[in-house]
């Protein structure tokens, strides 16, 4: 019996040290494991966005690591004094800086310390020589400003059905306010430099084509570049386009909508949409998303494909960060419709003062007023960036979208 009890004790001694040795052990690994991935997700990237580019550094300038989808979640682990950049770690453990105006957090931002790496240093270089662009050659341009997405075969498919219902292949329209139709810039409107043969393509050469395509063919008054809208005017938020007016002007019926107008008498096969500078004083969120849904929707219906774009960031004391929530709508809207978005706002935010003039509202004018010369000193301004913007999108979504 003495004997037995001697090894029930040997044995319990054993087992008592290998279960010690699995503690240690156990502890030991996650003493290894980065830090990053003992800490919970605190943040992701918002439902509305197209894609979030997460950057090397915080600045629109920086190199972009990838590019993350919808919903996708993140640990943030520093910022930028203003909270406009995040520092954050992703699930396939990359870390880099992606904008806070599309990300979702679960914590206040308060409580992450402030990075370090708040600057990004670019450096100059001496490009060696190109050669001359040719008008048949495909090149990239030196800087997409455009953010430019939903360019699918969902349009392409719009575009058929606008063609058998006889709308014109070569013609666009401008649907929006004083920022599309030029009132605030009235010596050079919006795209009108372009259809003026009044323009300098600069290091954008591969753009020649796209112009030359739309310029060929009258869309009421002009080429579709210089044509006047009849859906674009000074002071108009969105639901302005889809309501009939008490005296409608000439060629107009009574009883139609300035939307419905244009489209009737031009007959474009696309369509360049912004609204939503003046919808921030006149209309609420709810009201803004109901009439860009019928904008998009008798775009849609009429076969015309809805370039539809962000409206630039707002200064003004009575519309200080509330561009951002009506661009949400914009960019859900086109993800919803699955039509071609330019991210109008995104390339402001890469220029002196947000690419706006002194009021805060409207873009900036190079003094020279030669917004569609596309020159390294003139595309710091914003109306000159609206123009290339356009030009850009324009040309991805004819190549892609508006043939046969």
Same mark, same amino acid.
């Given at each position: !019996?003495?004997?037995l009890?001697?090894? %029930? ?18 502890? +030991? %690994?996650?003493? +290894? ?9 605190? +943040? ?50 990359q ?66 059905? $606008?063609?058998?219902? $006889? ?28 259809? &003026?043969r =009044?323009?300098n393509?600069?290091?954008? $050469? ?9 310029? =060929? ?9 210089? &044509? ?13 386009? !889809?309501?009939?007016p ?14 419905a ?12 949409? !912004?609204?939503?500078? &003046? ?7 709810a ?6 849904? %019928?904008i ?30 009506? &661009?949400?709508?914009?960019?859900? %809207? ?13 390339? !402001? ?7 706006? +003039?002194?009021? $805060? ?34 040309? =991805? ?8």
């Amino acid at each position: !019996m003495s004997c037995l009890k001697k090894i %029930l004790n040997y044995n319990h001694c054993i087992m008592i040290k290998f279960l010690r040795v699995i503690i240690i052990f156990t502890f +030991a %690994l996650l003493a +290894a494991q980065p830090v990053e991935a003992q800490q919970a997700y605190n +943040a992701s990237v918002s439902s509305v966005v197209a894609g979030l580019r997460l950057r090397a550094a915080p600045s629109e300038l920086a190199a972009i690591i990838t590019v993350l989808a919808p919903n996708t979640q993140l640990r943030i682990i520093g910022r930028t004094n203003d909270n406009g950049w995040l520092e954050v770690i992703t699930p396939s453990n990359q870390r880099g800086w992606v904008g806070r105006t599309w990300v979702t957090t679960q914590i206040s931002l308060s409580t992450i310390p402030v990075s370090t790496q708040t600057q990004i240093v670019i450096p100059t270089a001496t490009p060696s020589p190109a050669p001359a662009p040719t008008i048949t050659t495909i090149s990239v341009p030196p800087k997409e400003f455009a953010v430019v997405s939903g360019v699918s075969q969902n349009a392409h498919q719009i575009f058929l059905r $606008g063609q058998q219902l $006889g709308n014109r292949a070569d013609v666009f329209s401008k649907v929006g306010d004083s920022i599309t139709s030029g009132t605030y810039a009235p010596d050079s409107p919006f795209l009108v430099p372009i259809g &003026n043969r =009044k323009y300098n393509l600069d290091q954008y $050469g591969n753009l020649q084509n796209v112009i030359d395509y739309f310029s =060929k063919t009258k869309a009421r008054d002009a080429n579709s570049f210089s &044509n006047t809208s009849l859906a674009a005017r000074a002071g108009w938020a969105s639901w302005m386009a !889809m309501t009939i007016p008490k005296y409608p002007t000439s060629p107009c019926n009574k009883d139609e909508t300035p939307l419905a107008c244009e489209y009737r008498i031009v007959k474009p096969s696309a369509a360049i949409i !912004m609204f939503g500078t &003046n919808d921030v004083r006149l209309s609420s969120l709810a009201t803004y998303e109901k009439y860009m849904r %019928l904008i998009l929707e008798a775009s849609i219906q009429n076969g015309i494909v809805p370039i539809v774009s962000t409206v630039p960031p707002i200064k003004a004391a009575w519309g200080v960060s509330r561009a951002e929530q009506y &661009n949400t709508i914009v960019i859900k %809207l086109a993800r919803e419709y699955d039509v071609p978005l330019l991210d109008y706002y995104s390339a !402001m935010k890469t220029l002196p003062n947000d690419g706006l +003039a002194a009021d $805060g509202v409207h873009p900036s004018l190079p003094p020279t007023l030669q917004t569609a010369f596309f020159t390294q000193k003139n595309i710091q301004y914003g109306y000159t960036i609206r123009n290339l913007t356009a030009l850009q999108v324009l040309d =991805k979504v004819w190549r892609e979208a508006l043939t046969p």
